[in-house]
């Protein structure tokens, strides 16, 4: 059985920072793909950032380029969002999601992945 718990959401001012993580476990983690989305009240869900478990290869949206940071600790079977400077924008649902596939397109589609956390809140004050 396929779990991914995500930790790490909380209560930030503009600015500031936290660090998600996502647990995984009930499946072959080294050979997937693993991804963070947002989904703020009212929008769809978007794709964050995404990680190719095997390889180490990833993936940041454009809305978030060069404040997160996906990596990843195989030993542990986790994936880490590192969310710097964060914005009132940034303030969503963060969900945790996998496939079991070494080749997603688009990598940032949430209905490519089929395996999926119970989220994280995230809240950014200005």
């Known amino acids: 059985q396929v779990q991914l718990v995500e930790s790490g959401g909380g209560s930030v001012q503009a600015g500031g920072s936290l660090r998600l993580s996502c647990a995984a476990s009930?499946?072959?983690?080294?050979?997937?793909?693993m991804g963070w989305f947002r989904q703020a009240s009212g929008k769809e869900r978007e794709g964050v950032a995404a990680?190719?478990?095997?390889?180490?290869?990833?993936y940041t949206a454009d809305s978030v380029k060069g404040r997160f940071t996906i990596s990843q600790d195989n030993a542990k079977n986790t994936v880490y969002l590192q969310m710097n400077s964060l914005r009132p924008e940034d303030t969503a649902m963060y969900y945790c999601a996998a496939v079991g596939a070494s080749a997603v397109v688009p990598v940032l589609d949430p209905y490519e992945y089929n395996y999926w956390g119970q989220g994280t809140q995230v809240t950014v004050s200005s």
């Open positions: 990680i190719y478990t095997g390889d180490g290869s990833t």
């Open positions: 009930g499946y072959t983690y080294s050979s997937n793909c």
